[in-house]
Each structure stands twice: as structure tokens, then as C-alpha cells.
């Protein structure tokens, strides 16, 4: 299974404004993982924030990616943002070196 982590900067002035559309984005995720969540940074740089949504145990990260694209655009996200969101995708390592892929 792979974990799926997504994050993205957006104004601190409209994290309220945001709350709901980020919200929305993550129920869309929420069916294709066993766990999703939304975080924060806890301090703004700035006047920047740094938000991350959470997705763990995925089966199908092509799929969950494509869900929160179409989500993003739809619940007025992308309106939002700083910059594009990025996405990156880790793997539990295993208790034995040995079991390690290359």
C-alpha cells in the first residue's frame, strides 16, 4: 500500500475561506484510503500558509490522484492556492533491510 501526501500554500488572510472548499477535497479522498486528514503548519511565513492532506493506505494512487483533481476544481480550491499543489508518495520500509526494493 502506498501513502499518499499532498500539500500546497494559500494566502493566511482566507484559511477560513479555504477550510470549507479543503474540506470538501478530502471527502473526496477519504472512499479510496484508509485514513485521510488535513493538517496545518502551525505558524504562517509571511502570511503564507501551509496546509497537507493526508491519505493512507492507498490502493490505487492514480485514481486518488484524479478524484482530488476533479475535487480541487470543483469545490473552488484552485481559486485559492499560491501555487500549484504538490503530491509525493511513500511506502512503509519494511522491519528487514533485507526486504528493501531497489
Known sequence: MHNLYVYYKLPQARRAEAL????RVLEAGRARSA???LLARPAADDG????MEVYEDVADVPGLEAALAEAVQASG???LLL????SEVFVDLPAD???WED
Open 77 to 79: 480550491l484552485a481559486a
Open 48 to 51: 503564507v500558509v501551509t496546509w
Open 97 to 99: 533491510p533485507a526486504g
Open 20 to 23: 470549507a472548499p479543503a474540506r
Open 35 to 37: 485514513r485521510a486528514a
Open 83 to 86: 501555487a500549484p499543489r504538490r
